[in-house]
């Protein structure tokens, strides 16, 4: 089953790269209280992900701010090594959270899993951007195809703020 909007996101641990070192994160604590933006991608320095997807919610993160967003949050299917050097690759270390959903667990349970195993990449998250308000979703985005980020951009999610 697929995540839905009115669901709360399903209990989860990430890491994430800070200053002081790896950190995990649970989304019962990181999403309470909140209203979030989280985006996800099937890979960490893949060309539309890199190119397209990420550079988006960059360049817009100020805008999402001053449209009430309290915090912005990528996810991908990666180790949090790889999720931090894309942070840092990306200028936005410190401005977006990126968490590794290493074993696709988070990924699994929205429902939103996908294998790419044909194109050498194994299972990893479906690409979309959801907005979820205390834990709940408010509005969610899926892409059909996988090396597309048109409903999931930030552009497309700051129309739906």
Request: charged share 20%; net charge negative.
């Amino acid at each position: 089953m697929t995540i839905a909007i009115g669901d709360k996101l399903p209990l989860a641990t990430f890491k994430e790269k800070t200053a002081d070192g790896p950190v995990e994160i649970n989304t019962d604590e990181f999403f309470k209280g909140k209203k979030v933006v989280l985006f996800a991608v099937p890979g960490a320095f893949t060309p539309t992900c890199t190119l397209n997807h990420l550079p988006g919610y960059i360049d817009n993160f100020n805008k999402l701010v001053e449209k009430g967003i309290d915090d912005v949050a990528v996810v991908s299917v990666n180790d949090w090594h790889v999720m931090g050097a894309w942070a840092q690759a990306s200028g936005a270390f410190g401005k977006i959270h990126f968490f590794a959903d290493w074993d696709a667990s988070f990924s699994k349970a929205l429902g939103l899993d996908i294998d790419l195993s044909g194109g050498g990449l194994g299972v990893r998250s479906k690409r979309y951007a959801m907005i979820v308000e205390d834990g709940v979703v408010k509005h969610i985005a899926v892409e059909e195809n996988p090396g597309q980020a048109t409903v999931s951009s930030a552009e497309a999610i700051l129309e739906k703020l």
